[in-house]
Structure formats: structure tokens, C-alpha cells
């Protein structure tokens, strides 16, 4: 919840910008000026960095008994209240010979942070850079060497925004589903008896979370370059990269420009599968897709199932991420923020799917495909605004089989394409396939028979991660029913 709030926060007055939300309330003393934090790069080239605070300052890393004091300069920054909500709904209704059902859901969550008088303090870099010239870095300092290892960086807190006195953080979530049946019979007189059943259930929750006046919520940093004698400079520029240097050869993270992406499109026919393929962890793993449809139809379906619960959760889903990643690579950060029962149970019903249904590995020591496989899934899926989740997680195996189909011939083709037919047929389908496009600000347009899609967006990431979410979701989803 508190994640959820100051991401809304970043979202709203520093989109874009060089500003971090806090992911929990635990980190805030760490996240003093001039405090180190951990900058980690993921494995896929649409993934944001993250970063994980340490219990460290620059100044325990420096050679020398001398201590750094960090010049501060201290404003107003903004006065933030902010109140975030969504809604869903569905009915289905069936009937099958003398029986009738009907199923009715909606369910809505609204976020509520009032932060109040929130302050601004900054790092004098100038300062820093006097005060520290001609000292160097401990290169036998453990955090150094656990980083030489995982080929992570070292940043230094530049700005941290923060409350000013206590306030609230507040979310509400309801849930009603009404279940109705009719059964129609005929007496022994020939006469027909109705016989009628319904059924309400509601779940209302209201959590409230008070928070501290001098509560951390957003801070900026700027990255370290250290040298293998120990001599280090700050770089300087927002977005500027450092590193530490090293004997080995690490190679450059996988960068979208080889995809040959631009304006929601892949030039040339590319598959989902050859897309996947085109993705690389550290220029040498490749990862397929289509090793998820290899899985026992048991399994696709439970793990389909899972997925979907864990969509309508953000913070479910970024666990399930942070997990994954830790299976197939041995190396993630910690994870940021507690998770309750009921968010935690999908997140380890899929794992241990994932790790009793798939095939027999050759070499036991390697992370199996099928888990590389889930983990380019979900780190596609994470990538995705709220209201694409909420829209994926309530979608039928139907609609996600059709909507794959379109959204493969829509990006591969610089043409309109022809309107599948079941689109024609059914205007609630064509509906549902506009509103999943539009959550991710693709425009779908249609004249007669031909359809077509345009963005604004010139780098295509929002439309590939859409892709690959729904492709994985439909070979999940392959042959379960409503």
C-alpha cells in the first residue's frame, strides 16, 4: 500500500524523471544524503533499474579515519493529496437445457495519501567533490567486493522529498458477486415447477496506514564510477553511468535498438516466439515463449489461473517478478515490501507449479526453460499500467486466443489488416480489444472490415510487452473453457 502511494506520487509530479519512490516504509532512516545505494540493472531491456538502499554512507567506504559531512540545503517542495480508484464488473449468463445460471461480479479499490507539506533536501556536490578529492574507495570493503561479483553499482543519495508531519495512507477495496439459478421441472401432473436460488457475497475491507512526520518517500541519486587502484568521481549528469571496475569482461545489457522496434511495430514478420528469442539475458540466454504451451495442460491451466489472480495485485506480481528472477539467476534484491496471506498464495501456488510441472532437465544445475520461459512472462506483465492488469486479469481464454491473433497481424503488418471474423460477430469482443489497446494509449480503428492501430509512442516497448503478456496467457489458456 505504501508502494503503491508514493509510486502514484512519482507518477504524478516527476514522470520520467530521475526522482525513485520509496517501496517501504523501512527504508526511510537508510536513505539519508550521501547514503549508498545499490543500482542493479535488469535482464530485460524494458525493465526500470531497481534499487535496493544499504546501511552504509560514502564515507564508510573511503579510506581514512577523516568523516564526510554532507552540505544540505533544505526547501519547500510540493503540498501532495492524492486519491486514485478503479472499478470492474462482468456477468455471465448460461443455460443448458431446464437449467439457467447467472453470474454477476464487480468489485472496486480506491487509494487514498494525503503526504501533506512535503520538504526537499539536497546534497551540495561540490562540497562533496572538495572534501573528498585524493581519497579512495576500500576496495577490500565487503559491500565492494559483493558487488564486483553480482557486477552491480554503487550510487550516492543526491535528494531525498519528505513528509513534513503525520499522515494518512488509506485503501479500500469491495467485492460483490451475486449468483443466481433456475431450474425448471415438470410434475407428475405435467404441470411445470420453477424452482429459483440466488446468492449474494460481499467483501468490504478498509485499511488505513499512518505515517510519520519525517517519512522518506522519493529520492534521486548519482551513480559512482570506481577504479580497480581505488580513485572514484561521481558522475555528475542525471542518467550518467557508473561502474566498478573489474578484471572481467562483463558483457553490455540487451538494448530494444536490436529488436528494431519503432512506433509500436517489429519490422519484418516476427512471431511472439521470435521476438522472445530476440530478448536476451546478458546477450546470451535466449528465452522462448512457446516452451510454456510444453507444459502439461494440468499445469497451464493452474498456472493461467494463478496468473490472473496475481495480476489484480501490482505488488503480488512485482513478488512473483523478484522471485523468478531469483530462480533463474541466483542474484535479485531483496524484496521491498511485505506481502499479506491471500497475496503471497497465488504467488507460491505458481511457483510450486512451476517447479513440479514441468519437463526433466538434462543438466540439473541449469534453471529449466520452462521457468525462463515464466520469468519473461511476468517481467513482461509487470511492465503494464494497472488498468491493463485489471483488464488481462479478468479476460476469458476466447478473448485472449482472438486478441493474440490480432495484435501479432496488427504489428507485423504496416498495412490495415483484415478484421477477424469473430471480432465482426461480436461487438463486445471488438469493445474489450479497444479498451486493452487504449490502457496502453494504442488507438484501434476500424473501417467496414479493415482494422488498424496507431500510438504516439515511438519506442514500441508498451506494445511488445502487451504482446508477449497476451501470448503467454493464451498458451497458458489453450483449451480451458469459460
Known sequence: MFSKATAKFIHEIDHDGSLIHVSRINDSHKLVLMALVVKRNCNWFWQKPKYQPTDFTLS?????????????????????????????????????????????????????????????EELDLNKLLRDSKGRQVDM????????????????VV???????????????????????????LKNFLGNSVCVKDSNNIEVDSNVSLEIPSGTVIAYSVRELEINKDGSFDVCLQ????????????????????????????????????????????????????????????????????????????????????????????????VWQEELSESQRKPVLATVNHLCSGGPAEDNPSDTPAHISAAHLLVSAMEELPDETLNLLSGSCPDFLETFDTL??????????????????????????????????????????????????????VPSLVLRLSVHGLSLLSKGLTK
Open 238 to 333: 542525471p542518467g550518467t553511468t557508473g561502474g566498478i571496475e573489474s578484471d572481467s569482461t562483463i558483457l553490455p545489457m540487451p538494448s530494444h535498438e536490436s529488436l528494431d522496434v519503432m512506433d509500436g511495430k517489429c519490422n519484418g514478420k516476427k512471431s511472439p516466439e521470435t521476438v522472445s528469442h530476440s530478448v536476451a539475458h546478458n546477450g546470451s540466454q535466449k528465452t522462448d515463449l512457446s516452451l510454456l504451451a510444453e507444459l502439461s495442460q494440468p499445469t497451464r491451466h493452474a498456472l493461467f489461473k494463478e496468473l490472473q489472480e496475481t495480476l489484480k495485485d501490482r505488488t503480488a506480481l512485482s513478488y512473483l517478478q523478484c522471485v523468478l528472477e531469483d530462480m533463474c539467476f541466483g542474484e535479485t534484491l
Open 407 to 460: 495484435v501479432c497481424s496488427l504489428t507485423d503488418s504496416s498495412e490495415p489488416v483484415q478484421c477477424p471474423a469473430v471480432l465482426l460477430q461480436d461487438s463486445r469482443v471488438l469493445q474489450q480489444a479497444e479498451q486493452v489497446l487504449t490502457s496502453i494509449d494504442v488507438k484501434l480503428t476500424r473501417d467496414g472490415d479493415r482494422l488498424w492501430m496507431t500510438t504516439e509512442c515511438t519506442t514500441g
Open 60 to 120: 564508510h567506504l573511503l579510506q581514512g579515519d577523516e568523516v564526510l559531512v554532507p552540505g544540505v540545503s533544505e526547501k519547500d517542495f510540493v503540498t501532495y493529496k492524492g486519491t486514485y480508484g478503479d472499478a470492474l464488473s462482468g456477468k455471465l449468463d448460461t443455460e443448458a437445457g431446464a437449467v439457467n445460471l447467472t453470474l454477476e461480479g464487480q468489485g472496486s479499490t480506491k487509494l487514498q495519501s494525503c503526504f501533506g507539506t512535503l520538504k526537499k
Open 158 to 184: 543526491k535528494e531525498r522529498i519528505f513528509t513534513t508531519s503525520s499522515c494518512t495512507i488509506s485503501l479500500r477495496k469491495k467485492e460483490q458477486c451475486s449468483f443466481g439459478g433456475m431450474l425448471a
Open 140 to 155: 577490500q570493503h565487503k559491500l565492494v567486493k559483493q558487488l564486483q561479483k553480482r557486477a552491480e553499482l554503487l550510487a
